[in-house]
């Protein structure tokens, strides 16, 4: 299911939402524009490549730099291709605005990054000796997909499923659009685990998601009552 759009409104600009779609924007077609050889080097300096940091010792005789960790965060702005940069800012788009809304823009900011931080830790550990690259923004917006199932439960979200020939345009619950994707993460990860077929970071897309439940309501903007003093932070609970 491709996510078209959502129900939940917002009020806010989402500055740090678009700002973040720019940033990944800029950096993708800086992409483009490198060789094949540098940017293959390019993915290996900043992305996530699991055995550099299991592994220290095979990481400093290969020529990975010593003691550097900036890959857990720089990982997250790099894509491998168009469909891999527009399926993630496209997702970012439609659930960011919503979850910024009700964190703000800093609040926001740090939590994404911290999502997309432990999303790479979550693969890290997940998939130790691995000697690929891993790149993308899926980690961190894994974490905003998690905020936003909590704090919009009642949410509907507009789907499109490409039916063999039949195109289907339809409207699903949130827990059932975030259902189905969390399910697709774990059969794609013990798939991937039985072929020892690298590609996609589905653990790490799970550990994002983990992370963003576990963690958003620690960033969230307290309410204020009328006369301007803070009462409690705005969590909607899903109906038990």
């Not at 000697?131 to 199932?149: D, F, K, N, Q, R």
């Not at 189905?180 to 013990?190: A, K, P, S, Y």
């Not at 072929?195 to 307290?222: D, I």
């Amino acid at each position: 299911m491709i996510p078209l759009e959502d129900t939940a409104p917002r009020r806010n600009r989402p500055l740090i939402t678009v700002g973040l779609i720019f940033v990944n924007g800029m950096i993708f077609l800086y992409e483009l524009l490198l060789p094949r050889s540098l940017k293959e080097e390019f993915f290996y300096l900043l992305g996530i490549v699991p055995a550099r940091f299991a592994y220290p010792e095979w990481a400093a005789w290969v020529g990975f730099p010593v003691g550097d960790y900036w890959p857990f965060i720089t990982h997250q702005f790099l894509h491998s291709g168009w469909i891999h940069f527009l399926g993630n800012m496209w997702t970012l788009w439609i659930f960011g605005d919503n979850v910024e809304d009700r964190m703000g823009s800093i609040r926001f900011l740090l939590f994404y990054l911290l999502s997309g931080l432990l999303a790479g830790i979550v693969h890290l550990v997940s998939n130790p000796a691995s000697g690929l690259p891993a790149v993308g923004a899926s980690g961190a917006i894994a974490g905003v997909m998690g905020a936003y199932l909590f704090l919009f439960p009642n949410a509907r979200v507009r789907v499109f499923f490409p039916l063999f020939l039949l195109p289907l345009f339809f409207e699903v619950h949130t827990v059932t659009f975030f259902g189905t994707w969390f399910l697709m993460q774990i059969l794609g990860g013990v798939l991937a685990d039985a072929s020892q077929a690298g590609g996609v970071a589905w653990w790490g897309h799970l550990g994002g998601f983990a992370a963003g439940v576990l963690f958003y309501r620690f960033f969230l903007k307290p309410i204020q009552d009328e006369g301007g003093s803070r009462i409690k932070f705005g969590i909607e609970r899903l109906p038990l």
